[in-house]
């Protein structure tokens, strides 16, 4: 019962959380080409994809490169990253699209 209750209150209240979420601090680069993500499908390098440590899989996010002012929007399927000071993983399409190899100081929000 209680289980059932605490499944309900996060289908409810997690798009929510999501929705008001918003950082500031450094993407990575990375890449695992084939093999799976977290949330269980192939990674593809060539997707708009990111990681994420807390946001749920499938939460749009808006990047921002603060350095030029470039955004791309991607989706959460992976988590990570795991080095201190960083706050999302991205694909290096995703990169490429906010003209940056290696890191970036970014913001991000959930859409």
């Known amino acids: 019962m209680i289980a059932r209750s605490l499944a309900v209150a996060c289908l409810l209240w997690c798009p929510f959380i999501a929705m008001s979420h ?49 955004t791309v929007t991607v989706r959460i399927n992976d988590r990570g990253p795991f080095k201190a000071g960083r706050i999302i993983d991205l694909t290096p399409a995703a990169a490429q699209r906010l003209d940056f190899d290696g890191l970036a100081p970014v913001t991000i929000s959930a859409m």
């Open 22 to 70: 918003a950082e500031t601090g450094t993407a990575s680069v990375y890449a695992y080409e084939g093999e799976k993500t977290a949330s269980g499908e192939r990674a593809n390098p060539r997707e708009f994809t990111a990681a994420h440590r807390t946001l749920p899989f499938g939460t749009r996010v808006k990047v921002t490169n603060k350095k030029n002012g470039r």
